[in-house]
């Protein structure tokens, strides 16, 4: 049965909507130049573009070295600017509903699609992916100068032996994701109404284009979580402890297994759900406060036969009810 239930849950990432102001973008932009020049110069001097120097290592070393320098520089160049970009955006689009909409807050929340919620893990693989390539970029150097180099110190291979542990485990998860993608489709989650009001019950169908045979029932978890900001133990976490991290608490949360229906000529399901939302308007979506609050749905599934079991993850609009507040649906 639904209730509360307040505990810390993991292995999701944080909602608060954050953005760079203007001068915090440009600092950071100008911190990525000197990268960005400095691998593209590596590049082109190691493919023998940029003439002058002699190479001491194999010209091949040379451009992973450039890559990972460039694109460590890229990413400081593109992602401040395009994180100030969004947040004039959604805050010049927020003032104007305020004005224009006072009853209908999940318009200035957030930009729903009323329709449905689409997979949070929907382009999590491409993401990992950018971050292997970097990683491996920057590590080919050490690798060579530890097991090609005859002067390299014998201690530099377990060195490296940590970071060859992330990115295995990268490269894991991320083809982890994309499997996941390939194997069931486009998972999404229609609403049969928008918003969901707290007191009425949060009617939706999840759609998964492509479901293996083996799979006889989904579990469906709704939760309310709320991000804190705490401080970890400096005993606990050592030198440089100490510092602020993002936690997720679930205060309220409710369990449905539900059995799968008839499949499709193409393997794919519609499983529609229905889970009773508590009254108290404590517990509505408010995206944009600080910490947020918000609500998920969380559908899983094990899958023997497909080699990789079916998760997905889905913001919803769950608010409280406004006087004369408009329904779509």
Request: some cysteine.
């Amino acid at each position: 049965m639904p209730g509360v239930e307040r505990r810390t849950i993991n292995g999701h990432q944080s909602r608060k909507q954050a953005s760079l102001s203007l001068g915090c973008a440009i600092f950071v932009m100008l911190f990525g130049v000197p990268f960005a020049v400095a691998g593209l110069l590596v590049i082109l001097s190691a493919a023998d573009v940029v003439k002058g120097g002699v190479w001491h290592i194999p010209r091949a070393v040379g451009v992973s070295m450039g890559l990972a320098f460039f694109i460590a520089g890229a990413a400081l160049l593109v992602f401040p600017c395009r994180s100030w970009l969004r947040g004039r955006k959604e805050s010049e689009r927020a003032e104007r509903l305020r004005e224009e909409k006072p009853r209908e807050p999940w318009l200035v929340d957030h930009e729903w699609d009323p329709s449905g919620a689409e997979n949070d893990e929907r382009k999590s693989h491409v993401a990992l992916f950018l971050f292997f390539v970097l990683l491996f970029c920057f590590l080919v150097p050490f690798h060579w100068f530890a097991f090609f180099d005859r002067e390299a110190p014998w201690f530099v291979g377990l060195f490296l032996l940590p970071f060859d542990v992330v990115l295995g485990v990268v490269l894991y998860v991320g083809l982890k994701s994309w499997l996941r993608l390939r194997r069931y489709g486009d998972v999404r989650l229609r609403f049969e109404r928008f918003p969901f009001y707290l007191g009425d019950s949060l009617a939706a169908t999840l759609l998964v284009p492509r479901l293996p045979a083996d799979v006889k029932a989904i579990t469906l978890t709704l939760r309310h979580v709320e991000e804190r900001i705490a401080r970890v133990d400096q005993r606990r976490a050592g030198h440089g402890g100490g510092r602020p991290r993002v936690l997720r608490d679930q205060i309220y949360a409710g369990v449905r297994e539900i059995d799968v229906p008839l499949r499709d000529a193409w393997g794919g399901v519609e499983v529609p759900a229905s889970v009773p939302l508590p009254t108290s308007a404590d517990f509505s979506t408010r995206l944009f406060d600080d910490p947020p609050r918000y609500w998920e749905m969380e559908a899983k599934a094990a899958a023997a036969a497909a080699g990789v079991d079916l998760y997905a993850l889905f913001l919803l609009p769950v608010y409280a009810r406004p006087e004369a507040a408009p329904q779509t649906r």
